[in-house]
């Protein structure tokens, strides 16, 4: 059986000896409803029959190290040296993360040199010689107010010798990664480099990716915006559905393994008859397939709205290899399904005006929403806490409420998906009043 309370312990460099310049801000605070004790722990069960089902004591459940400042840190701020990188594909918040680590780096722990890597793992390769950015308050003033990210990204890992071998020439002591699951990998490799090479170095990540598949992470930044975003293009794809006669919506939306983007929008606008994710398999011909079921609906009600997550119905499509992160390329379903439908009103003789809308990339490059931004700037502090206190081979995340820190190997272990028997996909089942199955 895995020992869940190994594989949640996290990584540190060594003791921490020196007092935290927060410490004053800490008193002596308890374990409250909103406060978490360093020496507390954060349950990974919260209730009572997932509690019951473990049949250990207490002390023996497993948990998470909980986040916040410690009141002795490992590292001394004024001797510290810091680097900053973004990796893979953009996401809402990136900046609002580097200007908060810049921040708290900056005027908590009065750490002094901040350099930001540009190009993700590029920018610690030697051989793409791009220039390192020097980050201080001033430089990130206001990057907030913009999409992507002021330090460039890139898909891909580079080799973490030379990696090491970057910041071991800059004297860096802690690397932050901001990266989804790819660059997760790629920063365990580093800190495994690190390891064998002895170095004080601490790599800690803020986990990214607006599809909200990291596991151990109740929800990425960026997820939030990206999903208020797509439901602008719900709202046009109705509005045009409606105002025809057999008028059909079709958008698709970003979600390479997860429908979670899709599920979201469709929730918040609550006009979807129909989400398709790659989490739930459907026939699409047949009596009880989709196509059939759509048209019955058209028919009917002389209009129905579809949303599609565009790692839906890859079964029906033959995948291109894949890309530079390791990932499947995915074919595109949105406009395999718009044709499919077409051709099935067609075939049936009954007439389909259908409105296909791709918001694609639209989702993801714009500024944070207000409650990302709080979000991303807590991840940030948590971060900064972290690897202040020689936290390493770890990300910052959300569970149960309460920041806590979790070990890269647990965050990359799996994926976060919907779950087809969870209460997410049966609010979706309740709000579209689709069928559990298109079989
Ligand atoms: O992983 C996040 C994501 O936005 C996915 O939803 C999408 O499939 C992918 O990135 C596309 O990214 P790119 O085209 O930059 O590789």
């Known amino acids: 059986m895995v020992d869940e309370r190994a594989q949640l312990e996290v990584a540190r460099l060594g003791e921490c000896r020196i007092d935290s310049p927060l410490s004053a801000m800490l008193r002596k605070r308890p374990t409250t409803r909103h406060y978490v004790d360093e020496h507390d722990r954060v349950l990974l069960d919260d209730t009572v029959s997932l509690v019951s089902a473990r049949g250990v004591p207490i002390g023996e459940l497993p948990g998470f190290e909980p986040g916040g400042p410690r009141a002795k840190i490992f590292f001394d701020p004024s001797k510290t040296r810091v680097g900053i990188v973004t990796c893979g594909g953009l996401c809402p918040g990136l900046n609002d993360v580097i200007r908060a680590l810049v921040l708290e780096l900056t005027n908590h722990y009065g750490v002094r040199r901040i350099f930001g890597f540009r190009n993700g793992y590029q920018g610690l390769t030697a051989r793409y010689a791009r220039p390192v950015v020097d ?154 397939g989709f196509l059939e079921h759509l048209r019955r609906r058209v028919v009917d009600r002389g209009q129905a709205m579809v949303v599609v997550a565009e790692g839906a119905g890859q079964e029906y499509l033959t995948a291109k290899g894949v890309d530079a992160s390791g990932n499947v390329r995915l074919e595109d379903f949105g406009r395999y399904l718009r044709g499919r439908i077409a051709e099935h009103f067609a075939a049936a003789g009954v007439e389909a005006n259908l409105k296909y809308i791709d918001p694609s990339y639209t989702i993801r490059s714009v500024p944070a929403d207000p409650y990302d931004s709080v979000y991303c700037i807590r991840l940030a502090h948590a971060a900064v806490h972290a690897a202040m206190a020689g936290r390493t081979e770890m990300v910052v995340g959300r569970w149960r409420g309460r920041f806590v820190h979790v070990p890269i190997a647990l965050a990359i272990s799996s994926r976060n998906l919907v779950d087809p028997d969870g209460d997410l996909w049966l609010s979706v089942l309740e709000a579209t009043g689709q069928p559990p199955v298109f079989a």
């Open 135 to 288: 980050l201080d308050p001033e430089a990130v003033s206001g990057i907030n107010e913009y999409g992507g990210t002021i330090l460039g990204t890139s898909r891909g890992n580079q080799d973490p010798n030379e990696i090491v071998d970057c910041l071991e020439q800059l004297s860096v002591n802690i690397l932050f990664v901001i990266g989804g699951d790819g660059s997760m990998r790629g920063a365990l490799k580093i800190a495994e480099v690190v390891a064998e090479r002895g170095l004080r170095l601490a790599v800690v990540g803020v986990p990214k990716t607006i599809d909200n598949d990291i596991p151990y992470i109740e929800r990425s930044f960026g997820f939030q915006t990206a999903f208020g975003k797509a439901t602008e293009a719900i709202r046009a794809a109705h509005v045009e559905a409606t105002a025809f006669p057999n008028g059909i919506g079709l958008v698709q939306l970003m979600g390479r393994h997860s429908g979670f983007i899709a599920c979201y929008a469709a929730l918040a606008n609550n006009d979807a008859d129909y989400v398709l994710i790659p989490e739930v398999p459907f026939a699409l011909d047949g009596p009880g």
